[in-house]
């Protein structure tokens, strides 16, 4: 059963303009969500991760809302660049559980 | 500071046959994961070590999967004996403590059970 959903397996944008990633869970005991990046034949690397007290945190030109009555959570990219160009994966996990339960991933292409 | 490192980068193996996977995390770090991610799916937790304590091995199927983490430091993940559906990057990933902060990952051994 997946808990953590991205239901766009990919998105191109054009560079510069913004980039929205979409996650929707099922689980409301989450409360610790996360966005990792991965390059092709690379790990995924943390990017950038919400507590369920806040409902946006923001690093640069990374932007993660966080909607907990929808389930619902996305990450915005702006300006978008080439360089992000990647796949980005939803994590979600309980205070105190000891898994981290990703999403399928999203094949973000941006343009030049 | 250097990241988690595995190896080998690439494994070819037929059915039935048996592999073992290394991974040295990040010096410090105190709790150890493995992940499956099969083509096309997110990573999914297949064990957690704290220091060398087993945590969470609810997933690994134990059957055919054992792994160890000797002195709480390096890590071995072995498959025996391998099915094709074990075709997979493996990822290992650590922590400083136990509890999600954010996990640095290796770059994965390509598994391809032929």
């Known amino acids: 059963d997946q808990q953590v959903k991205q239901n766009s397996p990919s998105l191109s944008v054009q560079e510069g303009r913004i980039s929205i990633l979409n996650c929707d869970y099922t689980?409301?005991?989450?409360?610790?969500f996360l966005w990792y990046k991965k390059y092709p034949a690379e790990g995924p690397t943390f990017l950038i991760s919400?507590?369920?007290?806040?409902d946006k945190n923001e690093d640069g030109r990374f932007t993660v809302f966080l909607n907990k009555s929808a389930k619902h959570l996305s990450l915005h990219i702006v300006p978008s660049q080439p360089g992000d160009s990647a796949v980005y994966f939803c994590?979600?996990?309980?205070?105190?559980?000891?898994?981290?339960?990703f999403g399928t991933g999203t094949r973000l292409t941006v343009i030049p | 500071e250097a990241g988690v490192a595995q190896s080998p980068r690439y494994k070819i193996i037929e059915k039935r046959q048996s592999v073992a996977f290394w991974c040295n995390p990040i010096?410090?770090?105190?709790?150890l994961y493995w992940y499956q991610q099969i083509l096309g799916q997110g990573p999914k937790l297949l064990i957690q070590?704290?220091?060398?304590?087993?945590?969470?091995d609810s997933q690994l199927p134990k059957d055919r999967f054992s792994a160890e983490r000797l002195k709480g430091v390096d890590s071995t993940l072995k498959i025996q004996p391998a099915k094709l559906e074990d075709s997979a990057v493996y990822l290992c990933?650590?922590?400083?403590?136990?509890?999600?902060?954010?996990?640095?990952f290796g770059q994965g051994t390509r598994l391809t059970v032929v």
């Open positions: 990933a650590s922590s400083r403590r136990q509890g999600w902060t954010e996990a640095f």
């Open positions: 689980n409301s005991m989450f409360d610790y």
């Open positions: 919400i507590s369920s007290i806040k």
């Open positions: 994590a979600a996990s309980e205070t105190g559980a000891n898994n981290l339960f």
């Open positions: 010096s410090g770090h105190a709790t």
């Open positions: 070590f704290q220091n060398n304590g087993v945590v969470d």
